[in-house]
């Protein structure tokens, strides 16, 4: 089919413009990007008004995690991939911390064919590490690489042993795979679940200074320099580390960051009462740090953006704080979410664009988060002003564990597309 939107703002990260247009798909690609309405000299088999909203390549989300194997309880493919779409989220780079953990070409092709299946996005599966994430073994990874393995994690669970990190990094590097590692010293971190400082003392929560995200970065970051591989931080989440990122990208070094929404839009504060829907991993930052946080993206200091969705059911949630599981689900709310950025005018809608796109397509290798000819046809109308009051009740996802619920938000999508193909319409 021939789609043509008219009447869109068209937000182009790469380009880094936000113009009124009009876009064309054909067979599951754009065809044609256009200022304002074209003449065309056929007629479209199906002709779209988006009155204005925004038409924004889909956003690609890594660290996805899902329940399958182990948890589908929690999280299912087809949950997941529904909640996807109804967020916008195109593709979902998923997590191997699963029960038990993707560390065999088996179990990955298993997890593939299950996301293939049942999803209604695009779903690119990470491996792990080490075998079964227990850091003193490193696991497959050229099997892993040639059963469609994009990355390699061992998630929170930090490697502690330098040499076999170290060794890690060296294979990788050999093979050009991405590692993405977890900026959090894990015997200082172990138990935390508060930032140290006067509200951790107040609530009377165990607590963890900043600095452990200081500590591991420069740890890994010496083995970067060491070794050459290519390496991703997941959550950066305090100035701290930031100014250590700061130097190893001014040095050259291969590496990038990410943020999570949580930390880029709630802060420290949002935990008095003990509400655990807002227990994450690592725990709120106080408002400096998240402020440095959105400078960050801002300035493209940090390169992405991400849910870190961790679905959670009610059993584990309905604890005690300290005892609570940590995480949330954010597929359906990252983009209102995101939104907050642009209308508190931290960046505009093409820079947000890119932490959320263009830059994690980039850091994989994907053909994605563009808008240009020849793209594939993955594509997000929204609007960006839409006001709503979240209900969590409401969510796709099989937990609801969300720290927005009765939130006032703005930002709604309208429509998904995969390859050309409408997964959702609002």
Request: aromatic share 6%.
């Amino acid at each position: 089919m021939r789609i043509l939107f008219e009447n869109a703002r068209i937000i182009d990260p790469e380009a880094g413009t936000d113009t009124l247009g009009a876009a064309l798909i054909e067979q599951g690609k754009l065809a044609g990007i256009y200022t304002g309405n074209p003449n065309l000299d056929f007629t479209p088999d199906q002709t779209i008004d988006c009155q204005g909203k925004c038409l924004a390549p889909g956003i690609i989300d890594i660290g996805v995690k899902i329940g399958e194997p182990g948890e589908r309880h929690k999280e299912s493919f087809r949950s997941a991939g529904t909640a996807a779409a109804c967020g916008g989220v195109t593709t979902m780079v998923i997590r191997p911390d699963t029960e038990p953990a993707i560390d065999s070409p088996e179990t990955l092709q298993f997890v593939y064919r299950r996301a293939v299946s049942d999803a209604a996005v695009k779903v690119l599966p990470m491996a792990a590490l080490t075998k079964g994430r227990n850091g003193t073994e490193m696991a497959e990874i050229s099997f892993l690489q040639d059963a469609g393995a994009v990355a390699f994690t061992d998630c929170d669970h930090v490697v502690q042993d330098n040499k076999v990190f170290a060794r890690c990094l060296t294979y990788a590097k050999g093979l050009n795979a991405l590692v993405i590692a977890h900026p959090q010293e894990p015997m200082f971190s172990r138990g935390a679940c508060a930032t140290s400082g006067a509200l951790a003392t107040k609530l009377g929560l165990p607590a963890v200074s900043p600095m452990a995200e200081r500590m591991q970065l420069a740890r890994d970051l010496a083995l970067v320099e060491m070794t050459g591989a290519r390496v991703h931080f997941d959550q950066l989440s305090c100035d701290a580390g930031l100014q250590v990122l700061q130097r190893a990208k001014e040095n050259g070094l291969p590496v990038t960051a990410g943020a999570s929404i949580h930390h880029l839009t709630l802060n420290e504060m949002d935990i008095e009462g003990y509400p655990t829907f807002f227990k994450v991993k690592p725990p709120l930052r106080n408002e400096t740090d998240r402020v440095a946080l959105v400078q960050a993206v801002a300035s493209g200091l940090i390169d992405i953006i991400s849910s870190m969705h961790t679905p959670q059911d009610e059993e584990s949630k309905r604890l005690p704080f300290e005892e609570a599981a940590s995480g949330a689900v954010a597929l359906e709310t990252l983009l209102p979410a995101a939104m907050q950025l642009v209308h508190g005018e931290y960046m505009d809608m093409p820079t947000l664009w890119r932490a959320l796109s263009l830059n994690p397509a980039k850091l994989l290798g994907l053909d994605t988060g563009r808008m240009a000819i020849g793209a594939p046809a993955d594509l997000v109308l929204f609007d960006p002003d839409k006001p709503f009051v979240l209900d969590r009740t409401e969510l796709h996802s099989k937990s609801k564990n969300t720290p927005y619920d009765g939130r006032r938000m703005q930002g709604r999508v309208m429509r998904t597309f995969v390859a050309g193909t409408e997964v959702y319409c609002g």
